[in-house]
């Protein structure tokens, strides 16, 4: 099966998901398993990081074993080791970049360390067998709102990031003040689709002129105001309103900024990655602006979309392809830049 074609291990433990995957030349996808920790963390209403690190080490070697098995691959077979290293919680971080080096190590593989938003990017590679760089990059997640221009493989610019909240962050932080649950991004996707959008007018933050960065913490700011004082005046609360309007606020910044970026720097290809790119409006909308530029979009299916080790195995075998591997002295980098 191999044959000659080369093999990826990946790990990925960056927040609350032990993934391990098995990848054939980068791009085609053998084995990608995932263990959530949604369920353990769900009563704590968001990633509880010390709980997260426990689970992981419980998880991480039955999820490689089981990563490898399903691909029918030895670490014979395996060229590559690729591995998060950051951003994320350094806990978490630590025990699959152990893990990575441990069976790097033992079967004389190199090590490749894998920037978590660089990942996220890639898994649009797995997705879309034709889509090549250069485009513009849209990652937004739980931890990250970017705007970054894809000038290759390995190449990017950070154009705009979050000066606050992340996007994910932001829909987390609504659905519990409208005691939806977590995680909550899921969550207003779903009951948004049965409110009214204009019903509350939140605040859409756009910055300085020309900035491609992000504010989001004002419009979830709104939101909690606007409850309470609803609250206070005795007045019914309707959830699926006040969802569908803060969603359509956040997301009119979001896409505007995004197509905008695309335009000035004359990308006709817009990729989407992160666990927020999922969400049904935000699609629906950047579809509807990208198709009315000329522009293509492209997005993961949603279990390539949250986090998993194919995205990463992805980028680990581009980096590889570079030339670029790590010494087993790499180190889990919690904020590292990208
Ligand atoms: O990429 P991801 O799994 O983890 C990070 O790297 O952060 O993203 C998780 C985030 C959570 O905040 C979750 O609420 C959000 O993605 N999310 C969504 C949707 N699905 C997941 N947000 C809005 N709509 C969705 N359909
Ligand atoms: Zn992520």
Redesign the pocket.
């Known amino acids: 099966m191999k044959q000659g074609k080369q093999v990826t291990l990946a790990i990925e433990s960056s ?1 609350d998901e032990t993934a391990a995957a098995v990848l054939l030349e980068g791009r085609q996808v053998l084995s990608n398993i995932i263990a959530s920790q949604i369920k353990v963390h769900q009563v704590f209403g968001g990633v509880v990081p010390e709980i997260a690190s426990r689970h992981h080490l419980d998880n991480v070697n039955r999820v490689v074993a089981e990563a490898l098995e399903q691909a029918d691959v030895s670490m014979k077979d395996v060229d590559i080791v690729g591995v998060t290293y950051g951003p994320g919680l350094v806990g978490a971080l630590l025990i699959g970049l152990a893990t990575a080096k441990a069976y790097a190590l033992a079967a004389g593989k190199p090590l490749v360390g894998v920037h ?1 938003i660089q990942g ?1 990017i890639s898994a649009n590679y797995i997705e879309h067998q034709e889509l090549e760089p250069p485009f513009m990059a849209l990652v937004i ?4 709102t970017n705007i970054v221009q894809v000038t290759d493989y390995n190449q990017c610019e950070v154009l705009g990031q979050t000066r606050d909240d992340a996007a ?2 932001a ?2 932080k609504v659905a519990r003040v409208l005691g939806l649950g977590y ?4 969550l ?2 779903k009951i948004a689709k049965q409110g009214n959008p204009k019903a509350v007018s939140f605040k859409r933050v756009f910055l300085e002129k020309g900035s491609l960065d992000f504010s989001f913490s004002g419009t979830k700011t709104g939101v909690l105001n606007y409850v309470n004082s609803e609250k206070q005046a005795g007045r019914e609360i309707h959830v699926s309103d006040v969802a569908a309007s803060f969603q359509q606020a956040i997301l009119d910044v979001i896409v505007a900024k995004t197509v905008g970026a695309a335009i000035e720097r004359k990308q006709d290809k817009i990729v989407m990655a ?3 790119a ?3 409006r935000l699609r629906e909308m950047m579809k509807a602006a990208c198709e009315k530029q000329g522009i293509r979009l492209y997005y993961p299916s949603p279990i390539l ?3 998993n080790a194919a995205m990463i195995g992805c980028a680990a075998y581009y980096k590889y392809k570079a030339g670029c591997t790590d010494s087993l002295e790499l180190d889990a980098v919690p904020h590292l830049p990208l």
Not at 141 to 144: C, E, K, L, R, V
Not at 183 to 186: A, R
């Open positions: 927040c978590h996220h997640s739980g931890g990250h994910g962050e829909y987390d995680p909550g991004g899921p207003i996707d992160g666990g927020v999922s969400n049904s979309c949250t986090d």
